[in-house]
């Protein structure tokens, strides 16, 4: 008799433990762990204006090194990502806000 208790109270804390455990699948088809918020209270926000990512690592390394092959970007970025001149001597913001006045090297041409 003791040992079909046994068995009946094994059973049954499994049916409940499985019951309460989370069977959500996210969007690639994988179950959510257990203790993983509800799909409907899951938020991710990216700070973004109209598709361009404002996010310093997705911006900064989303350009192609290979456009510094043909032609001399306007400033350029050191290992501490610091802007350095390059094409540019000097830059500031215009005088609308909106605008960015760049002062070039002397001598420089464009075919």
């Not at 209270?41 to 404002?54: A, S, V």
């Not at 306007?74 to 215009?94: F, I, S």
């Amino acid at each position: 008799m003791f040992r079909l208790l046994a068995i009946i109270s094994v059973l049954c804390s499994t049916t409940i433990v499985s019951s309460a455990s989370s069977q959500e699948v996210n969007s690639l088809g994988r179950r959510l762990p257990d203790d993983a918020a509800p799909l409907n209270r899951q938020k991710i926000r990216l700070f973004e204006i109209d598709g361009t990512y404002m996010e310093w690592f997705k911006t900064i390394y989303k350009r192609s090194p290979a456009t510094d092959l043909i032609s001399e970007p306007l400033v350029r970025m050191d290992k501490n990502y610091e802007l350095k001149p390059a094409a540019a001597t000097a830059w500031e913001a215009g005088p609308d806000g909106n605008t960015w006045d760049f002062h070039l090297r002397p001598g420089m041409q464009w075919s």
